[in-house]
C-alpha cells in the first residue's frame, strides 16, 4: 500500500476549512433563493401629552419599512403609518375616541424589495396603554392675576385637547372634571420661602400682606394616579404694587406743584402789601411839621 506524500493537515484546521465552505454555501443558497434578514423594531414608546399620543420605535430605516397596527384592548387591529421609513406614528385620532380605553399597538417590519409579498412579516407588540391614565399633562398658563390690597386672585387656562365631542375640542378640565387639580406655588418677591394652595377649580383667592410684591406659579395634578401625576410647572409670573404707585405719582407731583405756586403767590403779595404799608409809614415820617 502506497504511503501519501505530502504534509498531512491537521484536523483542526481541515475542520475550519470545512465550515467555511458549509457557511459559503448558506450564503449562495440564500442569495439565489432571494432571502433577507429583517431587522425587527424594538424600543416601542408611547409619547403622549394631553392626549396628543405619539408611538416610537427603533432602529432607523435603511433598506426596511415598517407599518403600524393599533387596537382596543377587545376591538380589531387597525393600520396606521403604513409602509412608512419613519420610526414614529401620530395614533391620536385613534385613541382620542374613547381615552378610558386600553390600547396595544405593534410594529411590522419588511424589506423595501419585499412589499406587496404574500405572508406575514415579523412584528413586535407595544406594551398596553391607557390615555386616561398615562398621557403626560402638559404645562399649564396663568390666564389673569390681580393683587389688591390683601387679596391675590390668580386664574389658570385649561389646555385644549384633541379629544372632541360634537365637534367641539375638550379642555383639560373637560375630560378629567374635578380629577384635575391646580397647585398655586407663591411666595414673597424679597423672599425664598414658598407657600402652597391647591383647588379643583381654576381660580385661586390667596390672603397675602399689603404693600409686598408676590410671584408665583402653577402646576396640574391628578392626585388619584399612581404615575405621570403632575405637570411641568407654569412659568412664573409677579405682581408689582409700583406700578400702583407710578400711576398716581404724575397727580401727587402736579398736586405739589400747585401747592407750592400758591405758597409762592400768597407769599409775594403778603411781601407787597407789607413794603407798600412800610413805604407809607416811612413817608408820613418824612414830612416837615407844620408851624402854628
Known sequence: MATPTGPRVPCSEAAVARALLFGWVLVRVAGATGTTDVVVAYNLTWKSTNFKTILEWEPKSINHAYTVQISPRLGNWKNKCFSTRDTECDVTDEIVKNVKETYLARVFSYPLDAIGSTGEPPFTNSLEFTPYLETNLGQPTI???????????????????????????????????????????????????????????????????????????????????????????????????????????????????????????????SLYKCRKVRAGRSGKESLPLSVA
Not at 150 to 173: H, I, K, P
Not at 185 to 197: H, L, V
Not at 203 to 210: G, P
Not at 220 to 249: D, F, G, W, Y
Request: net charge neutral; hydrophobic share 40%; glycine share 4%.
Open 143 to 269: 390666564r389673569s392675576f390681580e393683587q389688591v390690597g390683601t387679596e391675590l386672585n390668580v386664574t389658570v387656562q385649561d389646555a385644549r385637547t384633541l379629544v372632541r365631542v360634537s365637534g367641539t375640542f375638550l379642555s383639560l378640565r373637560d375630560v378629567f372634571g374635578k380629577d384635575l387639580n391646580y397647585i398655586l406655588y407663591y411666595w414673597r418677591a424679597s423672599s425664598t420661602g414658598k407657600k402652597k394652595a391647591t383647588t379643583n377649580t381654576n381660580e385661586f383667592l390667596i390672603d397675602v400682606d399689603e404693600g409686598e410684591n408676590y410671584c408665583f406659579n402653577v402646576q396640574a395634578v391628578i392626585p388619584s394616579r399612581r404615575v405621570n401625576h403632575k405637570s411641568p410647572e407654569s412659568p412664573i409670573e409677579c405682581t408689582s404694587q409700583e406700578k400702583v404707585l407710578s400711576t398716581e405719582m404724575p397727580f401727587i407731583v402736579v398736586a405739589v406743584m400747585l401747592v407750592v405756586i400758591i405758597f409762592i403767590i400768597v407769599l409775594s403779595v
